[in-house]
């Protein structure tokens, strides 16, 4: 069976997950979060991208990136390879460390951009790692609160309308929200609700109401269905439930 083709982001943004293989830990101490974000700050520099936000959890990564110069795979080999050469030598073990291969979602409207970057931040709560994300050491939370040391901080501000020390209460606010946001996840069996599965739909078909793939063309609705299928773990009866479109056809898809 061929492996899916990437989805390319045409605003150059991306919502990335690494996970460590076999859902492995991958950050043991904080020496290793530390060698992570120095191989993602050498590479910044080298390939040109721009990082918005980041959240190192135990076993996988969460990050948003805009690519400029370099391609996304090219990028993501030399943050991987650099962290894994350096994690075997310390822990005297050979082969990979990271799933073969990352997943990635493009992000190409500021609404969404906003909803990655707060999904990002709230990661350590949902996981029942910190009580307050101001807490969580290993995301750039603290970063656009503070020094920006990695992130490039002027996007998500201006998207936020926030200017200044005082201002950051709109940051702040906005990040602590609680919400139902479905966005890429590291859990590929991960069951959803009808109602987020179906702003899912509308968000990444750029529709008003679910039925409305029905009228797409046949190549570009089973692009949809197949990326509801493989991307968000939409059931096909689920999929057929809110779209109207036949058990059949999604299936096929």
Sequence with gaps: MSRKARQKSESGIYHIILRGINRQTI???EEDHIRFLQSLQRYRDKCGFEIYAYCLMGNHVHLLIKVCIEPLEQIMRRICGSYVY???????????????????????????????????????????????????????YIEYL??????????????????????????????????????????????????DARNVIKRISNVINAVDLQTFDIPTRNKYLKELKEQYSMSIRQIERLTGINRGVVNNA
Excluded at 110 to 127: C, G, S
Aim: with cysteine; net charge positive; hydrophobic share 35%.
């Design 27 to 29: 950050f043991e101490d």
């Design 86 to 140: 350096w994690y075997n030598l310390k822990y005297s073990r050979i082969g990979n460390l990271f799933q073969d291969r990352f997943k990635s979602e493009p992000v190409e409207n500021n609404n969404y951009f906003l909803t990655v970057l707060r999904y990002i931040h709230q990661n350590p709560i949902k996981a029942g790692l910190a009580g307050d994300i101001r807490n969580y050491m290993w995301s750039s």
């Design 146 to 195: 503070g020094v920006a040391k990695l992130i490039t901080v002027g996007y998500a501000f201006k998207l936020l309308n926030t200017y200044g020390e005082k201002n950051l209460i709109n940051f702040v606010k906005y990040n602590n929200e609680i919400n139902t946001n479905l966005c890429l996840d590291i859990n590929e069996r991960k069951k959803i609700s009808d109602e």
